[in-house]
Nanobody
Framework: QVRLVESGGGSVQSGGSLRLSCVAF????????MGWFRQAPGKQREGVAV???????RYTDSVKGRFTLSQERAKNTLSLQMDSLKPEDTARYYC????????????????????WGQGTQVTVSS
């Protein structure tokens, strides 16, 4: 079973930047989608950015133009560069993988992605 290890969270002021990284150990299949999701206290988990097996990337509207997703398949690494951070970006960020598919609404993706890391906390102060 795959193991996902996230790093790079922390505390920054509004307008600052952070880079999250996720390393996957033990993919059982060569075809998969990966992505970053987040969950703020008292809120449901939501999708942030995902990349499918063809390299097509989707971003949720609230992060478009500020966040950049990148993947190095040879290193089993997924990164999320987060710039122009806002207090509303404060959440625990999770790396996740799907070996099925990754199309549909963002709510669908939260259900579709079946493997999750432990998460890393991002706190943005105003």
């Amino acid at each position: 079973q795959v193991r996902l290890v996230e790093s790079g969270g922390g505390s920054v002021q509004s307008g600052g930047s952070l880079r999250l990284s996720c390393v996957a150990f033990g993919h059982p299949y060569s075809s998969y989608c990966m992505g970053w999701f987040r969950q703020a206290p008292g809120k449901q988990r939501e999708g942030v950015a995902v990349i499918d097996d063809d390299g097509v990337i989707r971003y949720t509207d609230s992060v478009k133009g500020r966040f950049t997703l990148s993947q190095e398949r040879a290193k089993n690494t997924l990164s999320l560069q987060m710039d122009s951070l806002k207090p509303e970006d404060t959440a625990r960020y999770y790396c996740a993988v799907s070996y099925d598919y990754c199309s549909g609404s963002w709510d669908d993706l939260v259900r579709i992605f079946g493997y999750w890391g432990q998460g890393t906390q991002v706190t943005v102060s105003s």
